[in-house]
């Protein structure tokens, strides 16, 4: 392969070739990254399409931001990236109120105070399926394929092959890899190195990282369309609860270039997901459109309502730097929780990780 110059990368004397386990904002940006810097690079993803936790979930009535809502734009090099894509990022706006439920429990509108929010559209997946397209394709994606072991090549000891298994329980092996990028939240990294017997000393840096679980709840409200209905519930379009059940909501139907259908994203506390984590969907979705009513006033019966369970949702307690790389074994690991738990930190310890390896 020969080297490539790009605006953004210098080329590299020999291109390596290497494996991104991970196709979420850390694992797409490192990969990005080291492609405009002249290497050759395979992404592998268990989900059916791009972004991780900035998902977004496609439904009749419109879609809904199941994980991560919104991002915040601090870190230059992430505001210089998002340059490239200006069509893909707008402002939200969410109304500044104090809601006091029925019950007495408070619901506080979150609005930054210096801050923007800001959201891809048309839904926040959007923006890291773009910058995966060149890598897609040069053919460099594997999508629905799980990565379940890392082991040296078969035919160079010097390079690592890595054995997967696909949706219907076929089994494959990709070889010939110079470097491994794990991007994956810390637990599942953990288990991957342990299962494969690498880097106990990483394995054991990564037990301090404490990420908590969400259950997430999506409600639609169609009758909210009819002509004498403007509006659903509450005047406000976002709002951080201290019900006991739930942490966040917000309306879907509020961001930019989104379905007017009236839609709801109400994420569990971190608590209340922990202790009902093994739970039945259907008995956290009942719980949870309860809490929701409590909150937000409207007894209205959803047209639509599902649960999402996040196991990995939002860093508790970060890494403290902003990725690992084993230089002996040439595995790096990258993700928000080396940093916190916003898009940015993902950004950026994808990027460094790019860096470090080039």
């Given at each position: 392969m020969k080297s490539k110059r790009t605006p953004n990368a210098q080329p590299v004397a020999t291109p390596?070739?290497?494996?991104?386990?991970?196709?979420?904002?850390?694992?797409?940006?490192?990969?990005?990254?080291?492609?405009?810097?002249?290497?050759?690079?395979?992404?592998?993803?268990?989900?059916r399409g791009f972004g991780g936790?900035?998902?977004?979930?496609?439904?009749?009535?419109?879609?809904?931001?199941?994980?991560?809502?919104y991002f915040t734009v601090r870190d230059p090099r992430f505001a210089?990236?998002?340059?490239?894509?200006?069509?893909?990022?707008?402002?939200?706006?969410?109304?500044?109120?104090?809601?006091?439920?029925?019950?007495?429990?408070?619901?506080?509108?979150?609005?930054?105070s210096r801050d923007a929010h800001c959201v891809a559209i048309p839904g926040m997946?959007?923006?890291?399926?773009?910058?995966?397209?060149?890598?897609?394709?040069?053919?460099?994606?594997?999508?629905?394929?799980?990565?379940?072991?890392?082991e040296r090549d078969a035919l160079n000891r010097e390079q690592w092959q890595l054995r997967?298994?696909?949706?219907?329980?076929?089994?494959?092996?990709?070889s010939g890899f110079d470097d491994v990028v794990l991007a994956l939240p810390a637990p599942q990294?953990?288990?991957?190195?342990?299962?494969?017997?690498?880097?106990?000393?990483i394995v054991a840096r990564l037990s301090q990282v404490q990420i908590a679980p969400c259950w997430t709840l999506m409600v639609a409200f169609p009758q909210a369309m009819q002509?004498?209905?403007?509006?659903?519930?509450?005047?406000?379009?976002?709002?951080?609860?201290?019900?006991?059940?739930?942490?966040?909501?917000?309306r879907e139907s509020s961001k930019p270039a989104r379905d007017s259908i009236e839609r709801w994203t109400v994420q569990a506390s971190a608590a209340w997901s922990r202790e009902h984590l093994e739970d039945d969907a259907a008995r956290v979705q009942g719980k949870l459109e309860k809490a929701f009513s409590e909150?937000?006033?409207?007894?209205?019966?959803p047209g639509y309502s599902k649960v999402h369970r996040w196991r990995y949702a939002q860093t508790e307690t970060p890494l403290g730097q902003s990725h690992l790389w084993d230089g002996k074994t040439r595995i790096g690991l990258c993700g928000d929780w080396c940093l916190g738990h916003r898009v940015e930190n993902a950004f950026v310890s994808g990027l460094d990780l790019a860096l470090t390896m080039c």
């Open positions: 390596r070739h290497v494996a991104v386990v991970g196709a979420g904002m850390a694992g797409i940006t490192c990969a990005r990254t080291l492609m405009q810097a002249g290497h050759h690079v395979t992404v592998f993803e268990k989900a936790r900035m998902a977004t979930r496609s439904t009749p009535y419109g879609s809904f931001d199941h994980g991560t809502q210089l990236a998002l340059q490239t894509a200006p069509h893909r990022v707008k402002t939200w706006s969410a109304n500044a109120v104090r809601l006091l439920d029925p019950l007495g429990r408070v619901a506080e509108v979150a609005k930054p997946n959007a923006l890291v399926r773009d910058w995966a397209h060149p890598i897609a394709t040069n053919g460099g994606v594997e999508l629905e394929t799980l990565v379940t072991h890392i997967t298994t696909g949706p219907d329980e076929s089994t494959h092996v990709y990294s953990a288990s991957l190195l342990l299962q494969s017997r690498l880097c106990e000393d002509p004498d209905l403007s509006y659903l519930g509450p005047q406000w379009n976002a709002a951080r609860s201290t019900h006991h059940r739930v942490a966040w909501l917000a909150i937000t006033g409207i007894r209205a019966q």
